[in-house]
């Protein structure tokens, strides 16, 4: 990573953001590390019932979502020089009430096809999120809107090209 590229986003807090099985925490670690920020793994701040019933096949609500985002949201709102959070940021008003850390927060949406998406999560074994739910997150998700500040990616990309996608789209 270059100086200029950490020059480009300091400061930035980035949301990488998609359905189950899109790479999240794969291009957040490398994304966090290039900029040699942070990383906050967003799976780690679910509540023991929200996994419960994920593990039990059953969608969150926005309820259930509703203390998980304003946790994560704080974890944005406490780190002043910059962070990377996993996410997935399904609807506009949860990316809403992330942006309300304040500062410059972006979201790089990870996207793909159904097939390759399934085919992904059904390849984590001991995964609390069944690949069941996916259908229930696809259905929910609301893309990335003209005003919001991000980038949508098409994970049959590298990890490395989707990385450097996200880089330079705060250059442009």
């Known amino acids: 990573m270059t100086t200029q590229a950490r020059d480009d986003n300091k400061g930035t807090a980035w949301v990488v953001m998609g359905v189950s099985g899109c790479g999240k925490t794969s291009i957040g ?7 040699g920020v942070p990383f906050i793994e967003g ?3 679910h ?3 929200n996994i419960a019933k994920m593990r039990a096949g059953t969608a969150l609500t926005d309820d259930d979502r509703r203390d998980w985002l304003l946790t994560l949201r704080d974890k944005l709102a406490a780190r002043e020089g910059g962070a990377v959070l996993s996410c ?3 609807k506009r008003a949860y990316r809403d009430l992330l942006r309300s850390a304040g500062g410059d927060v972006r979201f790089a949406h990870l996207a793909g096809e159904r097939g390759l998406l399934l085919e992904r999560v059904s390849n984590r074994p001991g995964h609390y999120m069944p690949p069941s739910l996916l259908d229930s997150q696809l259905n929910t998700l609301e893309p990335l809107q003209p005003d919001e500040a991000g ?3 098409d994970i049959r990309d ?8 996200i880089l330079a789209s705060v250059r442009t």
């Open 29 to 35: 670690e490398k994304l966090a590390a290039a900029l």
């Open 43 to 45: 799976d780690a701040f």
């Open 47 to 49: 509540s023991q019932a």
């Open 88 to 90: 997935s940021s399904l």
């Open 151 to 153: 980038i949508t990616l």
């Open 158 to 165: 590298s990890q490395e090209q989707l990385v450097a996608q």
